[in-house]
């Protein structure tokens, strides 16, 4: 099994672009799409992309996602961050019978 | 509307068993993977179990394997988990969840199960 290392916090002031990473640690990031999901406190998890690089509709395009085989990762940007997008986030991505989450990331927005 | 509504949570003591159930509306749940994922209090998320669109294909978290049961209903829209031998590091909000197109990964709103004495 493989496992996904996501910084366990990080922090950025409204209206910059904040980037959170997803290390893949074996295998081929490449190989199986990755999803973030955005999770506030108290609430179930949301997904703000999908398949590496799509966003759900009502998904703000400030959400992009993209990989980068070169690190074998792949990241999370928000650009011209709000209040709103303060939460966790998470990364995942599967192999053949398993699917992995990162361990999270918290996004401060101050 | 999707939704998946989650129900069977609750408070068990050690070594017992609980069977979750997730109620699936808004779209055709016999033509879709399902998945189990649980979070800890203040802890991340976990991948639980997973079962195909016709139920043929399972697959177990490491953590789980031998003690939790993964089925569906097709005819009424209904995904199960079936879980034995609970232990303390069990206790954990209860996620189902779907993959659908366009839409990404859909999640229900999640049930809490307590393994304590």
């Known amino acids: 099994n493989f496992m996904l290392t996501q910084p366990h916090s990080v922090s950025e002031s409204p209206g910059k672009t904040v980037t959170i990473s997803c290390t893949r640690s074996?295998?081929?990031?490449?190989?199986?799409?990755v999803q973030w999901y955005q999770q506030r406190p108290g609430s179930s998890p949301t997904t703000v992309i999908y398949?590496?690089?799509?966003?759900p509709s009502g998904v703000p395009d400030r959400f992009s996602g993209s990989i980068d085989s070169s690190s074998n990762s792949a990241s999370l940007t928000i650009s011209g961050l709000k209040t709103e997008d303060e939460a966790d986030y998470y990364c995942?991505?599967?192999?053949?019978?398993?699917?992995?989450f990162g361990g999270g990331t918290k996004l401060t927005v101050l | 509307e999707v939704q998946l509504v989650e129900s069977g949570g609750g408070l068990v003591q050690p070594g017992g068993s609980l069977r979750l159930s997730c109620a699936a509306s808004?779209?055709?749940?016999?033509?879709?993977?399902m998945n189990w994922v649980r979070q800890a209090p203040g802890k991340g998320l976990e991948w639980v179990s997973y079962?195909?669109?016709?139920?043929?294909?399972?697959y177990y978290a490491d953590s789980v394997k031998g003690r939790f049961t993964i089925s569906r209903d097709n005819a009424k829209n209904s995904l199960y988990l079936q879980m034995n031998s609970l232990r303390a590091e069990d206790t954990a909000v209860y996620y189902c969840?779907?993959?659908?197109?366009?839409?990404?990964?859909?999640w229900g709103q999640g049930t809490l199960v307590t393994v304590s004495s």
């Open positions: 969840a779907t993959d659908l197109p366009v839409r990404g990964v859909i």
């Open positions: 808004g779209f055709t749940f016999s033509s879709y993977e």
């Open positions: 995942q991505s599967y192999d053949s019978s398993n699917q992995v």
């Open positions: 074996s295998g081929s990031i490449a190989s199986n799409y």
């Open positions: 079962i195909s669109s016709s139920g043929s294909t399972i």
């Open positions: 398949e590496d690089n799509q966003r």
